[in-house]
């Protein structure tokens, strides 16, 4: 099976052999026959590695720092227990995840809010954007709060409401890494102390906007498909002109395209006896449809500073940890905006990595339902408001 098949449906290969010649002869020190064995070694959990190494030249070193190898040393030598050095061992086994949008739900946030320090989240918000966001969040109506320039900054807003209080009620529990699903990646950007809060907030509004403007551009949409194998996704992909927008888990992926193709996606599915739901969003999101809202965005994130994470964060586009450099940040932020969602790689990579416990940030319990569809084993929380954020608390400490 050619590279070719799996890139077409935005993945990589999982075979580090049939691109070994593309690897630098060395690397660290490592040369290009051991890289393709320790690839193909792992490329069930970790097949986004070989993009890592081939399109982005991460280094052998890094690599090593995110992802728990047991009889895997450095090129020096110098390694500490299951591949990390000794002070990295301390760190966490768990990973905090935010919500993408769709998540939202009038309400949201308002018990959260009473608390002063969070309530003050909610009208440094409001003096951001301009608008009482605070009202919208707390009171509604759905309609404006599904509007996406008001969305994406409501759900980040909630979502570090939710992990602001989390840490002032368990001060004691850390985090040994951070993702989120497209939006919720910047929420863990944000967290992980990559930008501040308002200037995440103005890119989320700007993002939102500049995304409904890419969809108004042209009729186009989403369809859910369900147990389909890569052979068959591919079929579909070809027949109906779409592209592969969320690799949600193992069983569900999300196409993206113009209404005319999605609709030709559906039949072709239900032809190979595989399920098909058309999803009711405004258009084609995480695909080349959205190309001029990753322009825009562009401009936008020139005149914002990036620092390097103070922990890894996972990225869609790749499913492996951001690279510390923020340029190379903001490229795979803009990317996000029209490349495939690797949902399930994170979840695989951080679980790679000994993380046991995923805590939710945000409104509703979406990623922990397509976590527990990847791995049954991890334990997942949620805090989405006062009730949740006791019973979260209790159940890590306990």
Known sequence: MSREHFAHRGLPSPDGHVCGEQVPEQ??????RCWCFFLSLWRVSYGNLLTLVLEKGFEFDNLLKYVKLRDFKRP??????????KDETRMSDRVCIFAGQGAQVPGMGKDLAEDAEIGALFARANTVLGF???????????????KSNVCQPAIFTVSVAAFRAFQKRC??????MAAGLSLGEWTALHVAGVLDFDSALKILEARGRFMQQACEEQESGMVS?????PEQLQTICEKAGITVANINSDAQVVLSGRKTGVAVAATVAAELGVKAIPLNVAGAFHSPLMASAR?????VLDSVTFQAPKMPVLANVSGAPHSSAPAAIKDAMLRQVTESVRWCDCVKCV???????FVEFGPGKVLSGLIKRIDKSVKTVNVQ????????CQALQA
């Open 295 to 299: 322009t825009k965005l562009a401009s």
């Open 351 to 357: 679980i790679g990595a000994g993380v046991t416990d």
């Open 171 to 176: 001060p004691q529990v850390t985090f040994k």
């Open 225 to 229: 498909i369900m147990g389909a194998t």
């Open 27 to 32: 690397s660290c020190g490592v040369t290009t």
């Open 385 to 392: 408001d006062v009730p949740s954020l006791e019973q979260s």
């Open 132 to 146: 009482d966001l605070a009202k919208v969040c707390f009171e509604g109506p759905a309609e404006e709060l599904t």
């Open 76 to 85: 020096n030598g110098s390694c500490g227990r299951n591949g990390y050095d």
